[in-house]
């Protein structure tokens, strides 16, 4: 298991999770270029 959860642990979770989405604007795989 882990012995310390620290903030780059935190974000990289909420990465994997779909909370934050680090995609760059003009990338297909962000938000607001994606129809649905």
Not at 19 to 31: A, L, P, S
Request: with cysteine.
């Amino acid at each position: 298991g882990f012995s310390f959860i620290g903030p780059t642990t935190c974000y990289a979770m909420m990465q994997s999770a779909g909370m934050v989405d680090d995609h760059h604007v003009t990338c297909f795989r962000h938000t607001s270029n994606r129809e649905a």
